[in-house]
């Protein structure tokens, strides 16, 4: 009677909602990949991206190809996450739209999406991709083709970072400041590598007091070398880094003894020396023998 009783109970109006939630509770789990499960939790994920995404910049970009320039390319330098629009312009005497444009990312084929575009007016055709940078995987060179001939190469890539293109030649015991900078961009921060022979240590300043490391600008790094050794010459690495990648430079030191600017000076003394040791030789021997009496 008392089981009858209260499964009455459950089934009652009031707790009717109930007994739905505990079976979809025990209801086994859908399978991954079930279009169910993707149509609900792809929505809230779609939300988040254009919300993170929306306040971007939109930088747009355009190449002009003819029968004459039919090969052009384009450096594109970007520092953070944005919408980015490449267009082609290709003009010709013949009929542009018989011809099939094409768009690669490095040599792999990008899917024709709703971020292509392809217009005509007249006998210029406009051929625009969109799209939204917001990791380094998606830089690189973007190519579009018209036939096999006409192409237009956009190089996208992060700020390049400059130092000192000449070696840096100093002396031991002295101290240094080697520098890199970029312009007109402001890195997430800086990092100092300098070479073991085989690959790039980090240069931690915390633990070697021989480097400080400090930069009057956020565009720019110093690294400071104190007592200078002999060993301490090599490679160096200034690295930067950026939301869309890394960028660095490298900058060779060279440190060396007091005696090898003195070596040419040396050789010169020793030279000297010699001339006048074999000049009073001869002057020695042309007097030796004006005294001596078997000559006369």
Known sequence: MRSHTGLRALVAPGCSLL???LLA???PDRAVGDPADSAFTS???REEMMAKYANLSLETYNISLTEQTRVSEQNITLERPS???LECTFTATEDVMSMNVTWKKDDALLETTDGFNTTKMGDTLYSQYRFTVFNSKQMGKYSCFLGEELRGTFNIRVPKVHGKNKPLITYVGDSTVLKCECQNCLPLNWTWY???GTAQVPIDVHVNDKFDINGSYANETKLKV???LEEDGG???CRAAFPLGESEEHIKLVVLSFMVPLKPFLAIIAEV???????LLCEVYTQKKKNDPADG
């Open 19 to 21: 007994l739905l939630y």
């Open 25 to 27: 509770a025990t209801r």
């Open 43 to 45: 929505l809230p994920v």
């Open 83 to 85: 919408h980015l629009e």
């Open 194 to 196: 300098m070479s073991n």
């Open 226 to 228: 104190k007592h200078l």
């Open 235 to 237: 490679s160096y690495w």
């Open 273 to 279: 020396i010699l001339l006048v040791a074999i000049i």
